[in-house]
């Protein structure tokens, strides 16, 4: 079985966006990732953010093309996910996290992930390890 690896939605955007300032280190993670044949996993409130995120930034047509091109699976969170994100969320675990995160982080949780691909320190802060170069 394939290392799984969230992928967060900043992270979507600085590899589809050349112009971000974290899209080389982005492009370097992504190849890393190919090279350890870990399967990235993104989550139905992630497809949402990333969506959302690409819209503003790069506009419509993006946004869409992005959404019709993905390939790598959508772990969906149900309602046991949904009521631990808001335990992690209320409780502060998450520091200053979005719902968005809190979800990530009862996903991981429940699917045992411990990487994921973000520039979100909150990750950290949770315990999780931040892919990174090297």
Not at 8 to 22: H, K, T, Y
Not at 23 to 37: D, F, G, I, T, W
Not at 92 to 108: E, H, I, K, P, Q
Request: charged share 25%; hydrophobic share 45%.
């Amino acid at each position: 079985m394939s290392e799984k690896v969230l992928v967060d939605s900043g992270a979507v955007f600085a590899l589809l966006c050349r112009g971000d300032q974290n899209h080389p280190v982005a492009q370097a993670v992504l190849r890393q990732m190919q090279k350890r044949r870990v399967l990235p996993i993104l989550t139905n409130y992630i497809v949402v953010e990333a969506h959302t995120l690409l819209n503003a930034r790069l506009g419509p047509d993006a946004a869409r093309m992005w959404v019709r091109n993905n390939i790598w699976p959508v772990e969906r969170a149900g309602e046991e996910d949904e009521k631990r994100a808001r335990e992690i969320l209320l409780t502060g675990r998450g520091g200053d996290c979005t719902l968005t995160d809190a979800l990530s982080f009862a996903v991981m949780e429940r699917l045992e992930i411990q990487m994921v691909f973000t520039f979100d320190h909150n990750f950290a802060r949770c315990g999780y390890q931040m892919l990174s170069v090297g």
